[in-house]
């Protein structure tokens, strides 16, 4: 757990009881058994996993819009997706409340790198299916997969915001 001793130091707390409070929580840190530590790690990538499959299943959920939508509807759905799942994988982010910031970098590189691939495969299937079916549609892989991402990122670049300024004791 941490600790913010600027919230704490607002609340009257002394420098006494914050040190005494940080002790404490350390102890029972060097406490943990081997068991819980493993659990604990295991719970990050497991989470890392999850993030990365439903950025997957996002893709595939565009699939079908981009058969029958024009490039314009098709950015702002896939827009929307990227938000929605982007969301989910914060929310699961901010429950774990082990995560440094390399835990951080290394979530915001994977999620997009696998949505832009990901993306670009769905996007070239879709084009073919388009193409098939003679619809005509057409849509360019990287700018979807680019789109998908950025949405993706910015639940996860919100929630970073507000952890640092949280920190900062500035909220």
């Known amino acids: 757990m941490k600790i913010n001793t600027l919230k704490l130091q607002a609340k009257g707390w002394s420098e006494e009881e914050i040190e005494h409070a940080k002790q404490v929580l350390q102890e029972a840190e060097n406490k943990k058994h081997p068991r819980i530590i493993l659990l604990e790690k295991a719970l990050y990538w497991i989470l890392l996993l999850i993030s990365f499959l439903g950025a997957v299943m996002g ?10 939508m024009s490039t314009g509807g098709a950015v702002i759905i896939i827009f929307i997706i990227g938000i929605i799942f982007g969301s989910i994988a914060s929310i699961l982010m901010k429950d774990v409340e ?4 390399h835990h951080h970098l290394i979530l915001s590189m994977i999620i997009p790198v696998s949505a832009i691939v990901t993306s670009i495969l769905i996007t070239n299937q879709a084009n073919k299916v388009s193409q098939l079916i003679n619809i005509g549609t057409q849509h360019q892989p990287a700018v979807l997969g ?13 929630l970073l915001w507000y952890e640092r300024r949280e920190e900062d004791g500035t909220f």
């Open 59 to 68: 893709t595939w959920l565009i699939e079908p819009f981009l058969i029958f």
């Open 98 to 101: 082990n995560l440094e910031l």
């Open 146 to 158: 680019i789109v998908y991402s950025i949405g993706s990122l910015i639940p996860f670049a919100i």
